[in-house]
């Protein structure tokens, strides 16, 4: 990855960090690094396995510990010097992270660490110069609708469980074949849509279905959906087994933000992303693929 872009991501950390008893925001956090928010909210994700405000989140509770254990200050002041409002919200932010309250943790004894902040250019470096090469091709894709299952799941690894358990049930409940005005009626062609995101929540919707001709009578339980044109930088996985085909798809998201993003002249352009399922990946299949697909847009000079 550049140096330049992880120095931008670093900035955005060592901002956070003078900047934690003040009152902080994704768009003023984006703001140091100069990128759009939801780009910057998705790099930082993929970067710190978090969201950003998830991250200030427990960097302050992080160092409110390290002062409620290790000296004698007032609780509420300690509360206000890591910018939690007041003491109630401090309290239960802190019971959430650590299962006892302020007061039980400097009884307990505890003396956490002074754990330091996340440092980005330290991680391993890539021993390609450069960055990776990886295939892409731009394309524009149409407005088109979607009918589907769909759940709203969260950023914090939570997706990680939810989204693959939502993939069993819907291949194990046969749900597709419930799809109706499929524009692909021969051997279906599904999708797995990020949309409706919310970044201060580290929320969005995932929604796996089939483009539709229309919205006809469709079958009470499937969602109608209907997504407007957008450029996307199409990424398709490198084949392998069945058995390897999830740990690939997630390798390639990474190397989408880590690796291609630096060097590509573009970033997200905040509208829904996307895989495509097909022919390539299924029963009969000895090698599997498929298709990402990243809404962006050009950088701004």
């Known amino acids: 990855m550049r140096t330049d872009y992880l120095r931008q991501i670093q900035a955005t950390i060592d901002h956070i960090e003078t900047h934690l008893d003040e009152e902080l925001s994704l768009s003023r956090i984006a703001a140091v690094a100069r990128i759009s928010d939801f780009h910057f909210h998705r790099v930082f994700l993929v970067m710190a396995g978090e969201t950003v405000m998830e991250y200030v989140r427990k960097r302050r509770l992080a160092r409110s510990a390290y002062a409620v254990a290790h000296t004698d200050e007032r609780l509420l002041d300690i509360a ?9 919200t401090f309290t239960r932010a802190f019971k959430r ?14 003396r956490p660490p002074a754990y330091g902040k996340l440092d980005v250019l330290q991680r391993n470096t890539n021993p390609y110069l450069g960055g990776i090469h990886m295939e892409y091709r731009i394309v ?5 609708k979607v ?7 969260t950023n914090d690894g939570e997706n990680l469980k939810q989204i693959p358990a939502f993939w069993q049930e819907y ?12 524009v692909h009626e021969g051997s279906p062609v599904e999708l797995g849509i990020c949309h409706g995101f919310n970044m201060e929540e580290g929320t969005f919707l995932y929604l796996i279905g089939m483009e539709a001709t229309d919205f006809d009578n469709v079958p009470e339980g499937l969602v109608c959906r209907e997504f ?12 392998v087994p069945e ?11 990474n190397a989408i933000f880590t690796e291609w993003f630096p060097h590509s002249g573009y970033e997200h352009a905040g509208k829904p992303e996307f895989e495509l399922y097909d022919e ?4 009969g299949n000895e090698l599997w693929e498929m298709d990402i697909y990243v809404p962006v847009k050009r950088k701004s000079a």
């Open 80 to 88: 206000l010097a890591h910018g939690f409002q007041n003491h109630e």
């Open 97 to 110: 992270m650590f299962d006892m309250t302020p007061a039980e943790y400097r009884k307990s004894g505890i």
């Open 140 to 144: 524009t894709k149409p407005a088109f």
């Open 147 to 153: 009918i589907g299952y769909e759940l709203q799941t």
């Open 171 to 182: 291949l194990r409940n046969g749900w597709g074949h419930k799809i109706p005005n499929r």
């Open 228 to 239: 407007g044109e957008a450029e996307y930088a199409v990424f398709t996985t490198p084949k």
């Open 243 to 253: 058995q390897e085909f999830s740990p690939s798809i997630q390798n390639t998201w």
């Open 280 to 283: 390539r990946c299924g029963p």
